[in-house]
Protein backbone atom coordinates (compact mmCIF):
# COMPACT_ATOMS: atom_id res chain seq x y z
CA UNK A 1 0.00 0.00 0.00
CA UNK A 2 1.07 2.98 -1.05
CA UNK A 3 -0.87 5.46 1.45
CA UNK A 4 -2.29 5.24 4.29
CA UNK A 5 -5.81 6.74 4.96
CA UNK A 6 -7.27 6.71 7.98
CA UNK A 7 -10.93 5.02 6.20
CA UNK A 8 -10.62 2.04 4.20
CA UNK A 9 -12.28 1.51 1.24
CA UNK A 10 -15.37 -0.69 1.96
CA UNK A 11 -14.65 -2.47 -1.08
CA UNK A 12 -11.95 -4.53 1.18
CA UNK A 13 -14.12 -5.24 4.04
CA UNK A 14 -16.07 -8.06 5.32
CA UNK A 15 -19.29 -9.10 3.75
CA UNK A 16 -21.13 -8.62 7.03
CA UNK A 17 -19.63 -5.42 7.36
CA UNK A 18 -20.11 -4.49 3.40
CA UNK A 19 -24.26 -5.27 4.56
CA UNK A 20 -24.26 -3.30 7.44
CA UNK A 21 -23.00 -0.08 5.81
CA UNK A 22 -25.67 -0.84 2.93
CA UNK A 23 -28.30 -1.24 5.73
CA UNK A 24 -26.98 2.10 7.30
CA UNK A 25 -27.29 4.03 4.25
CA UNK A 26 -30.65 2.66 3.24
CA UNK A 27 -32.13 3.41 6.67
CA UNK A 28 -30.95 6.86 6.39
CA UNK A 29 -32.24 7.26 2.93
CA UNK A 30 -35.42 5.72 3.70
CA UNK A 31 -36.02 8.23 7.12
CA UNK A 32 -34.63 11.07 4.65
CA UNK A 33 -37.91 9.79 1.87
CA UNK A 34 -40.39 9.46 4.80
CA UNK A 35 -39.96 12.57 5.99
CA UNK A 36 -39.53 14.45 2.64
CA UNK A 37 -42.82 12.66 1.63
CA UNK A 38 -44.66 14.05 4.30
CA UNK A 39 -43.66 17.60 4.20
CA UNK A 40 -44.13 17.79 0.56
CA UNK A 41 -47.11 16.19 0.97
CA UNK A 42 -48.52 18.36 2.98
CA UNK A 43 -46.86 21.24 0.95
CA UNK A 44 -48.75 20.01 -1.84
CA UNK A 45 -52.41 19.45 -0.43
CA UNK A 46 -51.97 22.43 2.01
CA UNK A 47 -51.14 25.17 -0.48
CA UNK A 48 -53.77 23.87 -2.76
CA UNK A 49 -56.47 24.36 0.29
CA UNK A 50 -54.56 26.88 1.98
CA UNK A 51 -56.07 30.22 0.72
CA UNK A 52 -55.17 33.09 2.83
CA UNK A 53 -58.88 33.97 3.80
CA UNK A 54 -58.50 30.87 5.47
CA UNK A 55 -56.28 32.26 8.12
CA UNK A 56 -58.82 35.89 8.62
CA UNK A 57 -62.51 34.07 9.17
CA UNK A 58 -63.50 32.06 12.16
CA UNK A 59 -65.08 28.87 11.58
CA UNK A 60 -68.58 28.25 10.58
CA UNK A 61 -70.91 25.45 10.94
CA UNK A 62 -72.05 24.52 7.31
CA UNK A 63 -72.41 21.30 5.23
CA UNK A 64 -70.09 21.83 2.75
CA UNK A 65 -66.00 22.83 2.94
CA UNK A 66 -66.50 25.88 0.98
CA UNK A 67 -68.93 27.18 3.50
CA UNK A 68 -67.66 26.70 7.05
CA UNK A 69 -65.23 29.55 7.36
CA UNK A 70 -61.51 29.57 7.81
CA UNK A 71 -59.40 28.45 11.51
CA UNK A 72 -59.05 32.43 12.71
CA UNK A 73 -60.10 31.41 16.00
CA UNK A 74 -57.94 28.21 16.45
CA UNK A 75 -54.80 29.90 14.84
CA UNK A 76 -55.04 32.79 18.07
CA UNK A 77 -56.22 29.94 20.17
CA UNK A 78 -52.88 27.92 19.18
CA UNK A 79 -51.12 31.56 19.92
CA UNK A 80 -53.10 32.08 23.13
CA UNK A 81 -52.49 28.49 25.15
CA UNK A 82 -48.76 28.56 23.75
CA UNK A 83 -48.72 31.98 25.16
CA UNK A 84 -49.98 31.33 28.92
CA UNK A 85 -48.18 27.93 28.68
CA UNK A 86 -44.38 29.38 28.31
CA UNK A 87 -45.30 32.38 30.52
CA UNK A 88 -45.60 29.56 33.11
CA UNK A 89 -43.14 27.00 32.12
CA UNK A 90 -39.90 29.65 31.52
CA UNK A 91 -40.27 31.16 34.95
CA UNK A 92 -40.55 27.94 36.54
CA UNK A 93 -37.84 26.09 34.46
CA UNK A 94 -35.48 28.82 35.03
CA UNK A 95 -36.08 28.64 39.15
CA UNK A 96 -36.23 24.79 38.79
CA UNK A 97 -32.67 24.80 37.13
CA UNK A 98 -31.11 27.26 38.94
CA UNK A 99 -32.12 25.43 42.38
CA UNK A 100 -31.21 22.17 40.51
CA UNK A 101 -27.21 23.31 40.03
CA UNK A 102 -26.54 25.77 42.19
CA UNK A 103 -27.99 25.10 45.22
CA UNK A 104 -29.37 20.91 45.43
CA UNK A 105 -29.95 20.73 48.51
CA UNK A 106 -30.70 18.93 50.41
CA UNK A 107 -29.10 16.21 48.14
CA UNK A 108 -32.55 13.14 48.17
CA UNK A 109 -35.17 16.15 47.50
CA UNK A 110 -33.05 17.20 44.46
CA UNK A 111 -33.17 14.12 43.30
CA UNK A 112 -37.15 13.64 43.82
CA UNK A 113 -36.98 17.35 41.72
CA UNK A 114 -34.69 15.48 39.23
CA UNK A 115 -36.90 12.31 38.65
CA UNK A 116 -39.95 14.40 38.69
CA UNK A 117 -38.76 16.77 35.96
CA UNK A 118 -37.83 13.29 33.62
CA UNK A 119 -41.27 11.85 34.72
CA UNK A 120 -42.81 15.29 32.91
CA UNK A 121 -41.02 14.66 30.12
CA UNK A 122 -41.88 11.20 29.54
CA UNK A 123 -45.27 11.16 31.15
CA UNK A 124 -48.29 11.09 27.96
CA UNK A 125 -49.98 14.38 27.77
CA UNK A 126 -53.09 13.10 27.91
CA UNK A 127 -52.42 12.05 31.55
CA UNK A 128 -51.51 15.11 32.35
CA UNK A 129 -54.96 16.55 30.66
CA UNK A 130 -56.94 14.22 33.04
CA UNK A 131 -55.23 15.07 35.68
CA UNK A 132 -55.92 18.66 34.69
CA UNK A 133 -59.71 18.08 34.49
CA UNK A 134 -59.92 17.26 38.17
CA UNK A 135 -57.64 19.52 39.31
CA UNK A 136 -59.16 22.38 37.87
CA UNK A 137 -63.16 21.32 38.28
CA UNK A 138 -62.49 21.78 42.05
CA UNK A 139 -64.33 24.42 43.43
CA UNK A 140 -60.71 26.60 44.69
CA UNK A 141 -59.76 26.81 41.09
CA UNK A 142 -62.93 28.33 39.73
CA UNK A 143 -61.86 31.43 39.10
CA UNK A 144 -59.51 30.61 36.60
CA UNK A 145 -62.18 29.28 34.69
CA UNK A 146 -65.82 30.23 33.26
CA UNK A 147 -68.22 28.89 35.52
CA UNK A 148 -71.86 28.40 34.23
CA UNK A 149 -74.48 28.02 37.14
CA UNK A 150 -72.04 27.92 39.70
CA UNK A 151 -70.43 24.35 38.45
CA UNK A 152 -66.94 24.28 37.54
CA UNK A 153 -66.23 23.25 34.57
CA UNK A 154 -62.51 23.40 34.84
CA UNK A 155 -62.32 24.33 30.72
CA UNK A 156 -60.35 26.96 29.39
CA UNK A 157 -56.86 28.74 28.46
CA UNK A 158 -55.53 28.55 31.96
CA UNK A 159 -56.33 24.92 33.04
CA UNK A 160 -54.68 23.71 29.68
CA UNK A 161 -51.87 26.31 29.02
CA UNK A 162 -51.48 24.84 32.48
CA UNK A 163 -50.61 21.31 31.54
CA UNK A 164 -48.90 22.58 28.72
CA UNK A 165 -46.26 24.29 30.61
CA UNK A 166 -45.87 20.83 32.73
CA UNK A 167 -44.87 19.60 29.15
CA UNK A 168 -42.72 22.35 28.47
CA UNK A 169 -41.27 22.56 31.49
CA UNK A 170 -38.43 19.46 31.09
CA UNK A 171 -37.07 21.02 27.87
CA UNK A 172 -36.91 24.20 29.87
CA UNK A 173 -35.28 22.99 32.91
CA UNK A 174 -32.63 20.71 30.85
CA UNK A 175 -31.87 23.32 28.81
CA UNK A 176 -30.89 26.02 31.26
CA UNK A 177 -29.24 23.31 33.67
CA UNK A 178 -27.04 22.49 30.76
CA UNK A 179 -26.19 25.94 30.68
CA UNK A 180 -24.92 26.46 33.96
CA UNK A 181 -23.12 23.38 33.99
CA UNK A 182 -21.01 24.75 31.37
CA UNK A 183 -19.37 27.53 33.34
CA UNK A 184 -16.68 27.13 35.19
CA UNK A 185 -16.78 27.32 38.75
CA UNK A 186 -14.10 29.59 38.33
CA UNK A 187 -16.41 32.18 37.25
CA UNK A 188 -18.67 31.95 40.14
CA UNK A 189 -15.65 32.04 42.47
CA UNK A 190 -14.55 35.28 40.62
CA UNK A 191 -17.60 37.01 41.62
CA UNK A 192 -17.63 35.60 45.35
CA UNK A 193 -13.91 36.77 45.33
CA UNK A 194 -15.36 40.59 44.54
CA UNK A 195 -17.58 40.25 48.12
CA UNK A 196 -20.87 39.16 46.00
CA UNK A 197 -23.38 36.83 47.58
CA UNK A 198 -24.70 33.59 46.00
CA UNK A 199 -27.56 35.71 45.35
CA UNK A 200 -25.80 38.22 43.12
CA UNK A 201 -24.11 36.13 41.51
CA UNK A 202 -26.91 34.08 39.92
CA UNK A 203 -28.79 37.32 39.36
CA UNK A 204 -25.97 39.63 38.00
CA UNK A 205 -23.86 36.99 36.51
CA UNK A 206 -24.84 33.24 36.12
CA UNK A 207 -28.45 34.35 34.96
CA UNK A 208 -27.01 36.72 32.25
CA UNK A 209 -24.52 33.58 30.90
CA UNK A 210 -27.13 31.08 30.39
CA UNK A 211 -30.14 33.58 28.55
CA UNK A 212 -29.42 31.70 25.21
CA UNK A 213 -30.16 28.71 27.03
CA UNK A 214 -33.12 29.76 28.82
CA UNK A 215 -34.48 31.37 25.02
CA UNK A 216 -33.69 27.97 23.27
CA UNK A 217 -35.45 26.07 25.60
CA UNK A 218 -38.37 28.27 25.87
CA UNK A 219 -38.48 27.68 22.25
CA UNK A 220 -37.91 24.01 22.08
CA UNK A 221 -40.75 23.87 24.81
CA UNK A 222 -43.10 26.20 22.88
CA UNK A 223 -42.53 23.91 19.72
CA UNK A 224 -43.56 21.11 22.28
CA UNK A 225 -46.71 22.53 23.49
CA UNK A 226 -47.65 23.80 19.94
CA UNK A 227 -48.07 20.35 18.84
CA UNK A 228 -50.15 18.87 21.79
CA UNK A 229 -53.47 17.61 21.03
CA UNK A 230 -55.05 15.98 24.21
CA UNK A 231 -54.79 18.83 26.48
CA UNK A 232 -56.16 21.08 24.12
CA UNK A 233 -59.23 18.68 23.29
CA UNK A 234 -59.65 17.60 27.01
CA UNK A 235 -58.92 21.15 28.66
CA UNK A 236 -59.66 23.63 26.19
CA UNK A 237 -62.81 22.67 25.06
CA UNK A 238 -62.16 22.43 21.85
CA UNK A 239 -64.84 25.37 20.54
CA UNK A 240 -65.50 26.53 16.99
CA UNK A 241 -64.80 30.02 17.79
CA UNK A 242 -63.64 31.78 20.87
CA UNK A 243 -66.00 31.95 23.82
CA UNK A 244 -64.50 34.28 26.34
CA UNK A 245 -65.81 34.55 29.98
CA UNK A 246 -67.13 38.29 29.71
CA UNK A 247 -65.83 40.82 31.90
CA UNK A 248 -61.80 42.31 31.31
CA UNK A 249 -61.51 41.16 27.92
CA UNK A 250 -58.06 39.28 27.56
CA UNK A 251 -58.58 37.95 30.82
CA UNK A 252 -62.22 37.16 29.51
CA UNK A 253 -61.19 35.31 27.15
CA UNK A 254 -58.13 33.13 29.04
CA UNK A 255 -60.48 32.40 31.42
CA UNK A 256 -63.16 31.38 28.34
CA UNK A 257 -63.00 28.41 25.53
CA UNK A 258 -61.34 27.64 22.70
CA UNK A 259 -59.41 25.81 20.46
CA UNK A 260 -55.95 25.14 18.70
CA UNK A 261 -54.62 24.26 14.92
CA UNK A 262 -54.17 21.17 16.64
CA UNK A 263 -58.18 20.10 17.52
CA UNK A 264 -58.77 21.96 14.13
CA UNK A 265 -56.90 19.25 12.45
CA UNK A 266 -57.92 16.46 14.93
CA UNK A 267 -62.16 17.35 13.98
CA UNK A 268 -61.14 17.70 10.86
CA UNK A 269 -59.57 15.07 9.69
CA UNK A 270 -60.66 12.26 7.80
CA UNK A 271 -61.48 10.49 11.07
CA UNK A 272 -62.40 12.89 13.02
CA UNK A 273 -66.58 14.25 14.15
CA UNK A 274 -66.30 16.86 10.76
CA UNK A 275 -64.33 14.80 8.23
CA UNK A 276 -62.89 18.33 6.18
CA UNK A 277 -59.53 17.04 4.72
CA UNK A 278 -58.85 20.36 3.08
CA UNK A 279 -59.66 22.17 6.15
CA UNK A 280 -57.26 19.38 8.02
CA UNK A 281 -54.57 20.08 5.23
CA UNK A 282 -54.37 23.58 5.48
CA UNK A 283 -54.22 24.00 8.83
CA UNK A 284 -51.48 21.51 9.21
CA UNK A 285 -49.48 22.73 6.91
CA UNK A 286 -49.71 26.20 9.23
CA UNK A 287 -49.52 23.94 12.41
CA UNK A 288 -45.77 22.31 10.72
CA UNK A 289 -44.86 26.16 9.22
CA UNK A 290 -45.11 27.40 12.84
CA UNK A 291 -43.30 24.72 14.30
CA UNK A 292 -40.23 24.96 11.60
CA UNK A 293 -39.81 28.65 12.25
CA UNK A 294 -39.14 27.85 15.76
CA UNK A 295 -36.57 25.27 14.91
CA UNK A 296 -35.37 27.26 12.55
CA UNK A 297 -34.87 30.41 15.33
CA UNK A 298 -33.50 28.01 17.78
CA UNK A 299 -30.71 26.97 15.30
CA UNK A 300 -29.79 30.08 14.29
CA UNK A 301 -29.77 32.11 17.63
CA UNK A 302 -28.01 29.09 18.97
CA UNK A 303 -25.26 28.91 16.58
CA UNK A 304 -25.07 33.17 17.41
CA UNK A 305 -24.57 33.28 20.53
CA UNK A 306 -22.18 30.09 20.85
CA UNK A 307 -19.66 31.32 19.80
CA UNK A 308 -18.13 33.72 23.04
CA UNK A 309 -17.37 31.16 26.31
CA UNK A 310 -14.66 30.66 28.60
CA UNK A 311 -12.12 28.23 28.09
CA UNK B 1 7.72 40.27 64.22
CA UNK B 2 7.63 39.11 67.53
CA UNK B 3 4.04 38.22 66.90
CA UNK B 4 5.37 35.31 64.99
CA UNK B 5 6.22 32.51 66.99
CA UNK B 6 8.42 31.40 64.60
CA UNK B 7 9.66 34.28 62.71
CA UNK B 8 10.27 33.80 58.78
CA UNK B 9 14.18 35.05 57.71
CA UNK B 10 12.84 38.20 56.63
CA UNK B 11 15.53 41.12 55.90
CA UNK B 12 14.44 43.86 56.17
CA UNK B 13 14.23 46.83 54.17
CA UNK B 14 14.78 50.35 54.73
CA UNK B 15 12.63 52.46 52.81
CA UNK B 16 14.02 53.73 49.95
CA UNK B 17 17.29 51.86 49.73
CA UNK B 18 17.85 49.58 47.30
CA UNK B 19 17.98 46.21 46.24
CA UNK B 20 20.50 45.00 44.39
CA UNK B 21 20.08 41.52 43.20
CA UNK B 22 22.55 39.60 41.98
CA UNK B 23 22.17 37.78 38.85
CA UNK B 24 21.43 34.57 38.59
CA UNK B 25 22.86 32.42 35.78
CA UNK B 26 19.30 31.27 34.83
CA UNK B 27 18.11 34.92 34.88
CA UNK B 28 21.01 35.87 32.01
CA UNK B 29 20.14 33.29 29.68
CA UNK B 30 16.31 34.59 29.68
CA UNK B 31 17.37 38.14 29.35
CA UNK B 32 19.63 36.93 26.34
CA UNK B 33 16.13 35.21 24.82
CA UNK B 34 14.41 38.33 25.71
CA UNK B 35 16.21 40.04 23.30
CA UNK B 36 16.45 37.56 20.62
CA UNK B 37 12.48 37.45 21.05
CA UNK B 38 11.78 40.94 21.43
CA UNK B 39 14.68 42.53 20.00
CA UNK B 40 17.61 45.16 21.44
CA UNK B 41 14.21 47.24 22.32
CA UNK B 42 13.82 45.12 25.03
CA UNK B 43 13.35 47.53 27.93
CA UNK B 44 16.13 46.12 30.63
CA UNK B 45 13.42 46.38 33.44
CA UNK B 46 11.55 43.73 35.13
CA UNK B 47 12.36 41.20 32.61
CA UNK B 48 15.92 41.76 32.53
CA UNK B 49 19.35 40.33 34.11
CA UNK B 50 20.41 43.08 36.42
CA UNK B 51 16.82 43.26 38.62
CA UNK B 52 17.76 46.36 40.21
CA UNK B 53 14.55 48.21 40.80
CA UNK B 54 13.67 50.58 43.22
CA UNK B 55 12.36 49.54 46.24
CA UNK B 56 8.98 51.23 47.32
CA UNK B 57 8.53 51.74 50.98
CA UNK B 58 6.66 48.30 52.38
CA UNK B 59 3.78 48.09 54.82
CA UNK B 60 2.72 45.43 55.98
CA UNK B 61 -1.20 44.36 55.55
CA UNK B 62 -2.09 40.87 56.01
CA UNK B 63 0.11 38.93 58.66
CA UNK B 64 -0.50 34.95 57.98
CA UNK B 65 0.51 32.95 62.08
CA UNK B 66 0.61 29.55 62.24
CA UNK B 67 -2.18 28.95 59.54
CA UNK B 68 -3.06 25.18 58.89
CA UNK B 69 -5.60 24.14 56.39
CA UNK B 70 -7.03 20.18 56.36
CA UNK B 71 -9.32 18.89 53.60
CA UNK B 72 -11.02 16.09 55.73
CA UNK B 73 -7.91 13.90 56.34
CA UNK B 74 -5.62 15.66 54.08
CA UNK B 75 -3.39 18.52 55.52
CA UNK B 76 -3.46 20.96 52.81
CA UNK B 77 -1.31 23.75 54.65
CA UNK B 78 1.08 23.11 57.86
CA UNK B 79 1.76 25.71 60.12
CA UNK B 80 2.72 28.31 57.68
CA UNK B 81 3.61 31.92 58.69
CA UNK B 82 4.43 35.05 56.68
CA UNK B 83 4.16 38.38 55.82
CA UNK B 84 2.02 40.42 52.91
CA UNK B 85 3.47 43.60 52.54
CA UNK B 86 2.12 46.75 50.10
CA UNK B 87 5.29 47.41 48.50
CA UNK B 88 6.11 44.17 47.47
CA UNK B 89 5.66 41.17 45.19
CA UNK B 90 5.17 37.88 47.57
CA UNK B 91 5.26 34.79 45.36
CA UNK B 92 4.29 31.56 46.30
CA UNK B 93 6.02 28.56 44.36
CA UNK B 94 6.22 25.00 45.01
CA UNK B 95 5.63 21.47 43.48
CA UNK B 96 1.78 20.90 42.30
CA UNK B 97 -0.23 20.14 45.44
CA UNK B 98 1.83 21.50 47.95
CA UNK B 99 -0.65 23.86 49.60
CA UNK B 100 0.21 27.13 47.45
CA UNK B 101 -2.77 27.65 45.90
CA UNK B 102 -4.93 26.73 49.09
CA UNK B 103 -2.93 29.05 51.01
CA UNK B 104 -3.98 32.25 48.48
CA UNK B 105 -7.51 31.19 48.62
CA UNK B 106 -7.37 31.26 52.26
CA UNK B 107 -6.78 34.60 52.35
CA UNK B 108 -9.78 35.89 51.16
CA UNK B 109 -11.78 33.10 52.53
CA UNK B 110 -12.58 31.48 49.50
CA UNK B 111 -11.49 28.00 51.45
CA UNK B 112 -14.75 28.31 53.23
CA UNK B 113 -16.55 27.06 50.05
CA UNK B 114 -15.19 23.97 49.68
CA UNK B 115 -16.79 21.91 51.50
CA UNK B 116 -15.29 20.03 54.31
CA UNK B 117 -12.03 22.52 54.80
CA UNK B 118 -11.10 23.24 58.17
CA UNK B 119 -8.53 26.03 59.34
CA UNK B 120 -6.73 26.76 62.45
CA UNK B 121 -4.52 29.32 63.24
CA UNK B 122 -5.03 33.25 62.18
CA UNK B 123 -4.86 35.66 59.31
CA UNK B 124 -5.06 39.70 60.00
CA UNK B 125 -5.85 41.53 57.83
CA UNK B 126 -4.86 44.98 58.92
CA UNK B 127 -4.67 43.70 62.23
CA UNK B 128 -8.27 42.58 62.28
CA UNK B 129 -8.76 39.06 62.05
CA UNK B 130 -10.55 38.21 58.65
CA UNK B 131 -12.53 35.49 60.56
CA UNK B 132 -14.06 38.55 62.23
CA UNK B 133 -14.53 40.25 59.14
CA UNK B 134 -17.46 39.90 57.03
CA UNK B 135 -16.39 37.50 54.40
CA UNK B 136 -17.94 39.77 51.45
CA UNK B 137 -16.52 42.70 53.36
CA UNK B 138 -13.05 40.71 53.29
CA UNK B 139 -13.51 39.94 50.03
CA UNK B 140 -13.82 43.48 48.66
CA UNK B 141 -10.61 44.45 50.20
CA UNK B 142 -8.82 41.17 49.40
CA UNK B 143 -9.61 40.50 45.66
CA UNK B 144 -8.87 37.73 43.43
CA UNK B 145 -7.19 36.61 40.22
CA UNK B 146 -7.73 33.53 38.80
CA UNK B 147 -5.85 30.99 36.66
CA UNK B 148 -8.16 31.48 33.85
CA UNK B 149 -9.02 34.72 32.18
CA UNK B 150 -12.55 34.84 32.95
CA UNK B 151 -14.68 37.36 32.45
CA UNK B 152 -18.35 37.96 33.25
CA UNK B 153 -20.72 37.53 29.91
CA UNK B 154 -21.54 41.36 29.89
CA UNK B 155 -19.87 44.53 28.74
CA UNK B 156 -16.27 45.86 29.49
CA UNK B 157 -18.43 48.55 31.30
CA UNK B 158 -20.07 46.41 33.19
CA UNK B 159 -17.31 43.87 34.75
CA UNK B 160 -15.53 46.79 36.14
CA UNK B 161 -18.53 48.27 37.35
CA UNK B 162 -19.71 44.96 38.50
CA UNK B 163 -18.30 45.81 42.48
CA UNK B 164 -19.36 49.09 42.28
CA UNK B 165 -23.18 48.58 41.30
CA UNK B 166 -24.33 46.00 43.81
CA UNK B 167 -22.43 46.98 47.18
CA UNK B 168 -23.91 50.92 46.71
CA UNK B 169 -27.26 50.69 48.30
CA UNK B 170 -29.10 52.92 44.99
CA UNK B 171 -27.82 51.53 41.91
CA UNK B 172 -25.44 54.31 40.46
CA UNK B 173 -26.11 55.94 36.80
CA UNK B 174 -23.35 55.22 34.55
CA UNK B 175 -22.02 58.50 34.53
CA UNK B 176 -21.28 58.72 37.44
CA UNK B 177 -19.79 55.94 37.57
CA UNK B 178 -17.56 56.03 34.37
CA UNK B 179 -14.63 58.53 35.65
CA UNK B 180 -13.58 55.47 38.23
CA UNK B 181 -14.15 52.95 35.34
CA UNK B 182 -11.85 54.64 32.98
CA UNK B 183 -9.36 55.26 36.03
CA UNK B 184 -9.05 51.59 37.07
CA UNK B 185 -9.17 50.07 33.44
CA UNK B 186 -5.75 52.62 33.13
CA UNK B 187 -4.37 51.37 36.59
CA UNK B 188 -4.70 47.78 34.46
CA UNK B 189 -3.00 49.21 31.79
CA UNK B 190 -6.16 48.21 29.48
CA UNK B 191 -7.82 51.61 28.98
CA UNK B 192 -6.15 52.72 25.72
CA UNK B 193 -6.83 49.43 24.09
CA UNK B 194 -10.75 49.43 25.03
CA UNK B 195 -11.29 53.19 25.20
CA UNK B 196 -13.64 53.40 22.66
CA UNK B 197 -15.26 49.90 22.88
CA UNK B 198 -16.07 50.11 26.47
CA UNK B 199 -19.70 48.68 25.36
CA UNK B 200 -18.23 45.67 23.95
CA UNK B 201 -18.67 42.32 25.33
CA UNK B 202 -16.00 41.52 27.27
CA UNK B 203 -15.84 37.78 26.22
CA UNK B 204 -14.69 39.22 22.63
CA UNK B 205 -11.30 40.30 23.98
CA UNK B 206 -7.68 38.42 23.56
CA UNK B 207 -6.99 35.94 26.26
CA UNK B 208 -4.35 38.59 27.58
CA UNK B 209 -6.87 41.48 27.44
CA UNK B 210 -9.56 39.71 29.29
CA UNK B 211 -6.68 39.03 31.99
CA UNK B 212 -5.99 42.52 32.49
CA UNK B 213 -9.68 43.04 32.63
CA UNK B 214 -9.93 41.04 35.51
CA UNK B 215 -7.23 42.49 37.02
CA UNK B 216 -8.72 45.83 36.40
CA UNK B 217 -12.19 44.28 37.79
CA UNK B 218 -10.55 43.09 41.04
CA UNK B 219 -8.81 47.09 41.56
CA UNK B 220 -12.23 47.86 40.83
CA UNK B 221 -13.11 47.94 44.98
CA UNK B 222 -10.06 49.39 46.01
CA UNK B 223 -8.88 46.67 47.89
CA UNK B 224 -5.72 46.23 49.96
CA UNK B 225 -4.76 43.31 49.38
CA UNK B 226 -4.57 41.68 45.37
CA UNK B 227 -4.02 38.02 45.13
CA UNK B 228 -3.40 36.07 41.97
CA UNK B 229 -3.68 32.54 40.86
CA UNK B 230 -1.51 31.56 37.77
CA UNK B 231 -2.71 34.56 36.41
CA UNK B 232 -0.17 34.10 33.49
CA UNK B 233 -0.14 30.19 32.99
CA UNK B 234 -2.58 30.46 30.31
CA UNK B 235 -1.35 33.51 28.34
CA UNK B 236 1.37 33.92 25.73
CA UNK B 237 4.66 35.50 26.16
CA UNK B 238 3.70 38.99 25.12
CA UNK B 239 0.60 39.01 26.93
CA UNK B 240 2.55 37.30 29.82
CA UNK B 241 5.28 40.21 29.93
CA UNK B 242 2.77 42.95 30.01
CA UNK B 243 1.02 41.37 32.84
CA UNK B 244 4.13 40.88 34.60
CA UNK B 245 4.88 44.82 34.34
CA UNK B 246 1.56 45.81 35.83
CA UNK B 247 1.93 43.65 38.69
CA UNK B 248 5.02 45.24 39.44
CA UNK B 249 3.67 48.33 38.80
CA UNK B 250 0.46 47.53 41.07
CA UNK B 251 2.88 46.36 44.04
CA UNK B 252 3.28 50.30 45.27
CA UNK B 253 -0.72 50.76 45.74
CA UNK B 254 -1.28 47.14 46.76
CA UNK B 255 -0.43 44.13 48.09
CA UNK B 256 0.60 41.57 45.99
CA UNK B 257 0.85 37.52 46.35
CA UNK B 258 1.00 35.53 43.11
CA UNK B 259 0.83 31.67 43.08
CA UNK B 260 3.21 30.22 39.96
CA UNK B 261 4.66 27.41 38.94
CA UNK B 262 7.12 29.56 36.76
CA UNK B 263 10.03 30.11 38.76
CA UNK B 264 11.50 32.30 36.31
CA UNK B 265 8.26 34.80 36.80
CA UNK B 266 8.88 34.54 40.51
CA UNK B 267 12.19 35.38 39.84
CA UNK B 268 11.55 38.32 37.31
CA UNK B 269 8.28 39.62 39.47
CA UNK B 270 8.87 38.92 43.03
CA UNK B 271 10.31 40.68 46.09
CA UNK B 272 9.83 37.81 48.33
CA UNK B 273 9.75 34.44 47.64
CA UNK B 274 7.80 31.59 49.93
CA UNK B 275 8.58 28.04 48.56
CA UNK B 276 6.52 25.35 49.72
CA UNK B 277 6.75 21.87 49.77
CA UNK B 278 3.96 19.28 51.26
CA UNK B 279 2.10 22.04 52.96
CA UNK B 280 5.35 23.08 54.73
CA UNK B 281 6.80 26.35 54.06
CA UNK B 282 10.58 25.29 53.61
CA UNK B 283 11.91 28.69 52.51
CA UNK B 284 10.95 32.36 52.80
CA UNK B 285 13.79 34.97 51.35
CA UNK B 286 13.82 37.53 49.23
CA UNK B 287 13.58 36.49 45.33
CA UNK B 288 17.41 37.34 44.30
CA UNK B 289 18.41 35.21 47.41
CA UNK B 290 16.48 32.46 47.17
CA UNK B 291 17.20 31.97 43.62
CA UNK B 292 20.84 32.41 43.96
CA UNK B 293 21.68 30.91 47.61
CA UNK B 294 18.87 29.23 48.78
CA UNK B 295 19.53 27.84 52.18
CA UNK B 296 17.40 24.40 52.17
CA UNK B 297 18.44 21.48 50.11
CA UNK B 298 15.22 21.39 49.15
CA UNK B 299 14.66 24.77 48.10
CA UNK B 300 17.75 24.44 46.07
CA UNK B 301 16.48 20.97 44.32
CA UNK B 302 13.32 22.94 43.38
CA UNK B 303 15.04 25.87 42.26
CA UNK B 304 17.28 23.85 39.96
CA UNK B 305 14.78 21.92 38.41
CA UNK B 306 15.69 18.58 39.97
CA UNK B 307 12.10 18.06 41.32
CA UNK B 308 8.62 19.36 40.91
Sequence with gaps: MSRQTAVQPSVSWRLSDRLGLAMAWSMGLLFCLVCGAIVAYLLVQGVRYLHPDLLWTNPRVASGQNDTGGFLAPLLGTILVTSVAMALATPIGVGVAVWLSEYARPRPLARVVESTVEMFAGAPSVVLALFGVILFRASFMGFLTEKNGGVVYGKGFFPAGAMLSLLALPLVVTSVREGLRAIPNHVREASYALGKTKIATIRRVLLPAVRPDIITGSMIGAGHAIGDTAIIVILLGDTFQLQGAGGVPLLGTLRGTGSTLTSYVFDNAPTGDLNQPNKAFAAALVLLAM????????????????????? | MDLITQPPPVRQLEPGSKLTVRPGRSNAHIHELDKAVFGDSARPGIISADRDRDVVPTLERMRIEQL?????????????????????????????????????????????????AALSGRVTLDGTDIAELEPTALRRRVTMVFQQ????????????????????????????????????????????????????????????????LCIARALAANPEVLLLDEPCSALDP???????????????????????????????????????????????????????????????????????
Design chain 1, 291 to 311: VLVINVLVDVFGRRTREQKWT
Design chain 2, 149 to 212: PNPFPMSIFDNVAYVLREQARRKPRRASLRPHVEEVLARAGLLDEVRDNLDHPALRLSGGQQQR
Design chain 2, 68 to 116: SISYGAKQAVRSVSLPVRQGEVLALIGPSGCGKTTLLRSLNRLTELTAG
Design chain 2, 238 to 308: QSTKVIEELIVRLREEVAVVIVTHNLQQAHRIADHVAFMYLGELIEYAPAGALFSAPREQRTKEYVSGAFG
